[in-house]
């Protein structure tokens, strides 16, 4: 993924291009990070024993090109998900080096777990929005919220209905995280057609066809069905 405000510009080798590498399930370095001990003896407090990584992510947050661009909307990440229930799914989030509000850190919304999956759109912002950053605007202005200062190796795990996002990056280091989202292999699939989670569908298979050529008549369940890897136990239903 690239951030829109040098997605259009001239090719630009090196880590400034990228914004986020998603889907690195094929990559044995990369997708270790989703079967270390250190987490997988969190994930399963919530998932349970058969667990499954559904979606991993390393997020490289550019310096601010000054569009405000490098800013990642409040959200839920349940938006992205076609299984439920969400009890049973857990984002693992690690800094790669010191994070705090200079660089982007994660806003969090403590409680807001505890609610439902609110309508999720792009924000209206002045100088564009990266691509599936979508964003809910029906939060409560005045709850209070938690930045998330954190040193290199420190790890958070939250569920996908707390409301997040992160600040923009305001030094000139790109500030970079790893996570994976991990669901129990218990969970089952629901189709997202007719729902608020439809424009996800209709992006991804976009994404996927352009991409892979996939044909767009593909579900969102038969990405992640594609995607999701045993990490533990026994792949029971996803
Ligand atoms: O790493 C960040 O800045 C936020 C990432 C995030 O919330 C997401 O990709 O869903």
């Known amino acids: 993924m690239r951030d829109v405000s040098i997605a259009k510009s001239e090719y630009i080798p090196s880590e400034r291009m990228i914004s986020k590498i998603q889907g690195f399930q094929e990559d044995k370095e990369l997708f270790r990070y989703c ?8 994930v399963v407090c919530f998932t349970g024993p058969n667990i499954m990584a559904m979606h991993a992510m390393l ?3 550019p310096p601010d090109s000054g569009k405000k661009t490098s800013r990642h909307p409040l959200h839920q990440d349940l938006h992205y998900f076609p299984f439920r229930p969400s009890n049973k799914i857990v984002c693992a989030w690690t800094a790669m080096e010191h994070i705090d509000r200079n660089n982007g850190c994660l806003c969090v919304f403590p409680g807001t777990h505890k609610g439902y999956l609110k309508p999720h759109n792009y924000p209206q912002w002045e100088g564009g929005v990266n691509l599936m950053f979508y964003g809910i605007q029906d939060y409560d202005e005045n709850s ?8 290199k190796g420190d790890t958070v795990f939250f569920h996908p209905l707390l409301i997040h996002g992160s600040g923009w990056n305001r030094t000139q280091g790109y500030r970079k995280a790893i996570s994976c989202h991990f669901a129990s292999a218990d969970c089952h699939y629901i189709d997202v057609k007719g729902t ?3 424009i996800v569908e209709r992006e991804v298979m ?3 066809h352009r991409l892979y050529g996939i044909p767009k008549d ?3 369940q038969d990405v992640f069905r ?3 890897q045993l990490v533990k136990g026994r792949r029971t239903n996803l």
């Open 206 to 208: 976009e994404l996927v």
């Open 196 to 198: 608020s989670q439809e």
């Open 218 to 220: 593909t579900s969102l």
């Open 226 to 228: 594609l995607g999701g």
């Open 35 to 42: 079967t270390l001990p250190e987490i997988l003896k969190y």
């Open 144 to 151: 209070p919220r938690v930045h998330l200062v954190m040193e």
């Open 59 to 61: 997020i490289n947050k």
